[in-house]
Protein backbone atom coordinates (compact mmCIF):
# COMPACT_ATOMS: atom_id res chain seq x y z
CA UNK A 1 0.00 0.00 0.00
CA UNK A 2 2.43 2.59 1.43
CA UNK A 3 4.46 1.98 -2.57
CA UNK A 4 1.43 2.22 -4.03
CA UNK A 5 0.58 5.83 -2.71
CA UNK A 6 4.19 6.34 -3.11
CA UNK A 7 3.67 5.51 -7.36
CA UNK A 8 0.95 7.48 -6.98
CA UNK A 9 2.41 10.54 -5.35
CA UNK A 10 5.06 11.01 -7.93
CA UNK A 11 2.95 10.75 -10.89
CA UNK A 12 3.87 6.91 -11.69
CA UNK A 13 0.08 5.82 -10.92
CA UNK A 14 -2.47 7.93 -12.61
CA UNK A 15 -6.10 7.33 -11.66
CA UNK A 16 -8.58 7.32 -14.77
CA UNK A 17 -11.62 9.33 -14.78
CA UNK A 18 -14.23 6.79 -16.48
CA UNK A 19 -17.91 7.24 -14.94
CA UNK A 20 -20.05 5.59 -18.13
CA UNK A 21 -21.27 2.09 -17.11
CA UNK A 22 -19.42 0.25 -20.36
CA UNK A 23 -16.09 1.77 -19.58
CA UNK A 24 -15.85 0.75 -15.82
CA UNK A 25 -17.41 -2.67 -16.69
CA UNK A 26 -14.85 -3.20 -19.26
CA UNK A 27 -12.02 -1.60 -17.60
CA UNK A 28 -13.23 -4.28 -14.29
CA UNK A 29 -13.08 -6.95 -16.84
CA UNK A 30 -9.77 -5.94 -18.12
CA UNK A 31 -8.47 -6.21 -14.46
CA UNK A 32 -9.91 -9.58 -14.07
CA UNK A 33 -8.34 -11.33 -17.03
CA UNK A 34 -4.78 -9.23 -17.09
CA UNK A 35 -4.70 -10.16 -13.14
CA UNK A 36 -5.70 -13.89 -13.33
CA UNK A 37 -2.92 -13.89 -16.46
CA UNK A 38 -0.33 -12.61 -13.99
CA UNK A 39 -1.14 -14.50 -10.99
CA UNK A 40 -1.62 -17.60 -13.01
CA UNK A 41 1.98 -17.33 -13.60
CA UNK A 42 2.49 -16.22 -10.13
CA UNK A 43 0.78 -19.26 -8.42
CA UNK A 44 2.73 -21.43 -11.22
CA UNK A 45 5.64 -20.23 -10.13
CA UNK A 46 5.16 -20.68 -6.64
CA UNK A 47 4.75 -24.05 -7.09
CA UNK A 48 8.37 -24.43 -8.09
CA UNK A 49 10.13 -27.03 -5.62
CA UNK A 50 12.19 -24.84 -4.01
CA UNK A 51 9.29 -21.61 -4.04
CA UNK A 52 7.08 -24.04 -2.73
CA UNK A 53 8.39 -25.76 0.63
CA UNK A 54 9.25 -21.82 1.24
CA UNK A 55 6.39 -19.75 0.44
CA UNK A 56 3.34 -21.58 -0.80
CA UNK A 57 3.43 -25.11 1.04
CA UNK A 58 1.82 -23.65 3.98
CA UNK A 59 -1.70 -22.73 1.89
CA UNK A 60 -1.65 -26.25 0.84
CA UNK A 61 -1.93 -27.39 4.21
CA UNK A 62 -5.49 -27.02 3.57
CA UNK A 63 -6.79 -29.85 1.20
CA UNK A 64 -10.48 -29.48 2.97
CA UNK A 65 -10.39 -25.78 2.01
CA UNK A 66 -12.70 -23.05 4.49
CA UNK A 67 -13.11 -19.57 4.31
CA UNK A 68 -9.89 -18.59 6.06
CA UNK A 69 -8.09 -20.49 3.56
CA UNK A 70 -7.73 -18.15 1.41
CA UNK A 71 -6.05 -15.86 3.92
CA UNK A 72 -3.15 -18.68 4.79
CA UNK A 73 -1.00 -16.76 2.98
CA UNK A 74 3.40 -16.08 2.86
CA UNK A 75 3.23 -12.31 3.30
CA UNK A 76 6.10 -12.56 0.00
CA UNK A 77 2.71 -14.02 -1.77
CA UNK A 78 0.60 -11.24 -1.06
CA UNK A 79 3.35 -8.51 -1.47
CA UNK A 80 3.28 -10.62 -5.14
CA UNK A 81 0.05 -10.16 -5.92
CA UNK A 82 0.18 -6.28 -4.75
CA UNK A 83 3.03 -6.12 -6.90
CA UNK A 84 1.24 -7.41 -9.95
CA UNK A 85 -1.67 -4.76 -9.39
CA UNK A 86 1.06 -1.58 -9.18
CA UNK A 87 2.20 -3.11 -12.96
CA UNK A 88 -1.21 -2.91 -13.96
CA UNK A 89 -1.61 0.51 -12.79
CA UNK A 90 1.28 2.00 -13.82
CA UNK A 91 0.59 0.82 -17.09
CA UNK A 92 -2.93 2.21 -17.64
CA UNK A 93 -5.30 4.69 -15.95
CA UNK A 94 -8.05 2.86 -14.54
CA UNK A 95 -10.34 4.63 -12.48
CA UNK A 96 -11.19 4.25 -8.42
CA UNK A 97 -14.56 3.23 -9.08
CA UNK A 98 -13.05 -0.31 -11.65
CA UNK A 99 -10.15 -0.58 -9.22
CA UNK A 100 -12.53 -0.67 -6.08
CA UNK A 101 -14.98 -3.21 -7.92
CA UNK A 102 -11.93 -5.38 -9.30
CA UNK A 103 -11.06 -5.43 -5.79
CA UNK A 104 -14.56 -6.27 -4.17
CA UNK A 105 -15.10 -9.44 -6.90
CA UNK A 106 -10.84 -10.54 -5.64
CA UNK A 107 -12.32 -11.09 -1.99
CA UNK A 108 -15.78 -12.23 -3.18
CA UNK A 109 -14.10 -14.57 -5.20
CA UNK A 110 -11.45 -15.95 -3.08
CA UNK A 111 -13.51 -16.41 -0.37
CA UNK A 112 -16.05 -18.01 -2.82
CA UNK A 113 -13.28 -20.50 -3.76
CA UNK A 114 -11.75 -21.53 -0.97
CA UNK A 115 -15.43 -22.27 0.69
CA UNK A 116 -15.48 -25.73 0.18
CA UNK A 117 -18.79 -25.43 -1.38
CA UNK A 118 -19.51 -25.36 -4.67
CA UNK A 119 -22.18 -22.06 -5.43
CA UNK A 120 -22.50 -22.53 -9.26
CA UNK A 121 -23.43 -25.41 -11.53
CA UNK A 122 -21.15 -27.63 -12.97
CA UNK A 123 -22.15 -26.32 -16.68
CA UNK A 124 -20.32 -23.47 -15.81
CA UNK A 125 -16.94 -25.12 -16.40
CA UNK A 126 -17.88 -24.80 -19.89
CA UNK A 127 -17.98 -21.25 -19.34
CA UNK A 128 -14.40 -20.85 -18.43
CA UNK A 129 -15.48 -19.85 -14.86
CA UNK A 130 -12.65 -20.61 -11.92
CA UNK A 131 -15.47 -22.14 -9.69
CA UNK A 132 -14.88 -24.04 -6.31
CA UNK A 133 -14.69 -27.71 -7.57
CA UNK A 134 -12.03 -25.94 -9.64
CA UNK A 135 -9.72 -24.67 -7.23
CA UNK A 136 -10.64 -27.62 -4.95
CA UNK A 137 -9.09 -29.75 -7.72
CA UNK A 138 -5.83 -27.87 -7.59
CA UNK A 139 -5.97 -28.38 -3.77
CA UNK A 140 -6.02 -31.93 -4.36
CA UNK A 141 -3.77 -32.70 -7.67
CA UNK A 142 -1.23 -29.52 -7.04
CA UNK A 143 0.03 -29.56 -10.86
CA UNK A 144 -3.57 -28.72 -12.24
CA UNK A 145 -5.47 -25.10 -12.35
CA UNK A 146 -3.21 -22.80 -11.04
CA UNK A 147 -5.96 -19.83 -12.52
CA UNK A 148 -7.83 -17.84 -9.97
CA UNK A 149 -10.94 -16.43 -11.57
CA UNK A 150 -11.07 -18.05 -14.75
CA UNK A 151 -10.21 -21.89 -16.09
CA UNK A 152 -9.19 -19.43 -19.50
CA UNK A 153 -4.88 -20.06 -18.90
CA UNK A 154 -4.84 -23.60 -17.53
CA UNK A 155 -6.74 -24.47 -20.79
CA UNK A 156 -3.93 -22.33 -23.05
CA UNK A 157 -1.05 -23.84 -21.17
CA UNK A 158 -2.33 -28.04 -20.34
CA UNK A 159 -2.75 -27.53 -16.54
CA UNK A 160 -6.76 -27.51 -16.86
CA UNK A 161 -8.09 -30.83 -14.82
Known sequence: ???????????????????????IA???VSLLLLMDLLMYFFHFTAHLPYLYKMLHGKHHEHVSTNFLSLFVLHPFETIGFGLMMLALLIGYDFSVVSISIYLLLNLIWGTIGHLNREFFPASFDRFFVGTTRFHNQHHLDESKNFGFYTSIWDRVFGTYK
Open 1 to 23: MLLGAFLWKNGWIVLGHTESFMG
Open 26 to 28: MEV
